[in-house]
């Protein structure tokens, strides 16, 4: 079982920036892809950002790519996503999920609880 906890969200401006963090609760973490999904109030969860186990491979929506970066520290079992230039629209709570490799939701085994950020104009 993976346990995740995401932190780093809060109130921004609108061409600020936050970092998101996500620790998984065991080893196995350095063996599994990671992503990325947020979901607006009212709307569906949606893909971000994945990135696979070694770092090698990332990918981003078209939405984000640009402005977001997604990155993985093994040794600290954490994963991580810089987002630059907030938009308004970037407003959701943001999620992250283990077992996955594409940009479905259904392909992740496990999600964390969701950390909130609010992009303000």
């Known amino acids: 079982q993976v346990q995740l906890d995401e932190s780093g969200g809060g109130l921004v401006q609108a061409g600020g920036s936050l970092r998101l963090s996500c620790a998984a609760s065991?080893?196995?973490?350095?063996?599994?892809?990671m992503g990325w999904f947020r979901q607006a109030p009212g709307k569906e969860r949606e893909f971000v950002a994945v990135i696979n186990w070694s770092s090698s491979y990332t990918y981003y929506a078209d939405s984000v790519k640009g402005r977001f970066t997604i990155s993985r520290d093994n040794a600290k079992n954490t994963v991580y996503l810089q987002m630059n230039s907030l938009k308004p629209e970037d407003t959701a709570v943001y999620y992250c999920?283990?077992?996955?490799?594409?940009?479905?939701?259904?392909?992740?085994?496990?999600w964390g609880q969701g950390t909130q950020v609010t992009v303000s104009s």
């Open positions: 999920a283990a077992g996955g490799y594409g940009q479905e939701v259904h392909e992740y085994d496990y």
């Open positions: 065991r080893r196995a973490f350095s063996r599994v892809a």
